[in-house]
């Protein structure tokens, strides 16, 4: 089954909790910028936003977190990207998911997911679909701590990386279409991160397995960073792929709950 590029790129941001006071607030706003290397080739080719807000769910407080990510005009011609996802968990420490809905448009693939779920029954009532198919109808096991794409931003946030060692893995829960994958992720240690047109930052470095695909063969371990500061912003993603390396890099963090400072100097 086909997997695509922003759930590879980004399925590395997940995980259980750590902290218990949440790191992020309603109308957190996060851009990134998409580029591809391949040999001389170093090329921007879209963007991306992440974008956190409010509301009430079922008569509770709750978050809805937005994902979103287009490929830019010029490279719509070789390879069109749209997807949109929205995710809805309680707005405590445990984030436990409540509904989610995955609009996905790559290339000549397409796909939809809406899921409902039911802790009652301990299911997840979904609905799939690709390309073009009229959508199924499914149960899917609901497991403790299961993780959607948007749900795993934010989750893995709530780690405290400052108080793991090196080489320290941590095991993901990750459900799309109609499967549940188990996931790792190594902490790697700290080091001070370059953002271009932004400055240093010092951040937290890890790896995670992804699931093979057209895109990945399986082997392949992303490599991510997150901000070593109240906030735990992911600042840059790198995806090796059969052919070249896809990076997100930050360019824009809007009503943080706490200051981001970078600095000029390494």
């Not at 809805?88 to 693939?109: C, H, M, N, Q, S």
Request: aromatic residues 14%; contains cysteine.
């Amino acid at each position: 089954m086909r997997r695509f590029l922003l759930i590879s790129v980004l399925a590395a941001i997940s995980l259980s909790a750590g902290s218990k006071e949440l790191p992020f607030r309603s109308g957190e706003n996060i851009n990134f910028t998409l580029k591809y290397k391949w040999g001389a080739v170093n090329t921007s080719v879209g963007e991306a936003n992440i974008f956190l807000d409010s509301l009430n769910f079922g008569g509770k407080p709750a978050y809805q977190a937005q994902l979103t990510a287009r490929s830019a005009s010029f490279f719509d011609i070789l390879y069109k990207i749209r997807e949109h996802f929205h995710g809805w968990f309680t707005a405590d420490e445990r984030l436990v998911p409540l509904k989610y809905i995955r609009e996905t448009l790559e290339g000549d693939y397409s796909a939809y997911n809406h899921y409902i779920y039911d802790w009652s029954s301990r299911k997840i009532h979904a609905e799939v679909s690709s390309n073009g198919e009229d959508p199924r109808k499914l149960d899917i096991p609901l497991k403790d701590d299961i993780c959607d794409l948007p749900r795993m931003l934010y989750r893995f946030r709530q780690l405290e990386p400052e108080k793991m060692t090196i080489g320290q893995k941590v095991p993901i829960i990750f459900v799309i279409d109609d499967e549940i994958y188990d996931v790792e992720v190594t902490y790697l240690g700290d080091e001070k991160l370059k953002v271009r047109h932004l400055g240093y930052i010092q951040s937290h470095h890890f790896n995670c397995t992804v699931v093979s695909g057209v895109i990945f063969d399986g082997k392949t371990r992303l490599e991510f960073w997150l901000s070593a500061d109240k906030n735990k912003l992911p600042l840059a993603m790198m995806a090796p792929l059969k052919f070249g390396r896809i990076w997100a890099w930050i360019n824009s963090a809007k009503n943080t709950k706490y200051p981001v400072k970078f600095s000029a100097n390494g």
